[in-house]
């Protein structure tokens, strides 16, 4: 289907365009999301079951990855693959300065010490920074990168310098499904990684959904029993304290309908973002996503970078178009955090200070996307 001719989007000139239009994901596929949802419910299992089992499916396709399990957001799968791999109280964690405040709650929440290191360019975990943090940090010690914005992260630096001070790696990438640099794709680095359906994300549920990744079988069998209270059955012991973290089957099976459109959607965020790069290169003040070679991007987010951000976000809004700020406050600035160890924020600090998000969803039309453009364009005198 041709991303210019969705279905329902208006091509007034007046309408406001919102940063997300879910209403148009399922006008688009109701029938098929009718079908799945039945179909789950008729199976009376409303919990886990099937449907489960073939995301899970899913995900181990998508990834790269001999292990998937599905949980109830990206946040509990976070946590969920770090407990499973045994990080705890004893251990120190780093994380990247930007990011959403999940990554560093999901840390906190196993006992660990977060270690906040700022971001390079791409507003991933700088590698020199995280380098010196690793060198000077003692006891057990866990990264945990993020591809943020659906950028593909650099593996084999990062892989690198990590087996270099013995550190194990769990991805955050709630952002990166259908992201890749090089061999490594979204979801394919490290120890185990944990994955996002939010709504927001580029295959999302209608509710919260996440899943732990992994080809490691204790971590996923410790996964597991972790999601199911600790237990393997209902007759056998709890060895492991554990939470009530299956996915609903309606989720799962709304999930596996949104995995199967999963490769046009992307190529119409890629056609948008293609757009958007070409029509807005080399205006005055504002700086793109930076491009790499042997990389895919996800388009999970568009951040452009002004110097006159909050004009920025005034004019767009007067426009009627929605924007956000990914993310308004660095982790280092984050009152949840304070105490912890923080290694020179000032990219991520910047990156909050300057950061603009265009509406970049499978389901604008082309006027939208010909009026987000015309909008920064007139912004920046073009
Ligand atoms: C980087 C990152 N980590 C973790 C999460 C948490 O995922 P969820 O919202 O599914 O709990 C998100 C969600 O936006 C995210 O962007």
Redesign the pocket.
Known sequence: MDWTNCLHPSDSTTDPIRFLALERDFAELAEQYRHAHEAAMRSGQVVGGAPVAVLERLVTGATARRHAIATT??????RLALVACAIGPDWNVIIPAL??I??AG?VLATGARPIVVDVDEHAHLDADMLGDALAATRGPTAVVP?G?FGDGLDDERLRSICDAHGALVVE?A??SLGSRHRNCVGGGLGHAS?L???P??TVPCFG???AVVTDDDDVAARARLIRSHGKAGNRSKTTLLGVNGALASSHAAQLCVSFHHREERARRRDAIAAHYLSRLEGLDGLRLPPMRSRTIHNWHKFVIRSDRRDALLEHMRVHGIETQVHYPIPLCDEPILAGCEFRSCDRARAWSRHACTLPLHPFLTQPEVERIVRAVREFHGA
Do not use: M, R
Not at 73 to 78: R, V
């Open positions: 957001s990206g946040t509990e799968a976070l990011t959403y999940a990554t999901s993020v943020l955050d709630a952002q944990s996002s359906f939010a927001t994300k919260n959904a996440g």
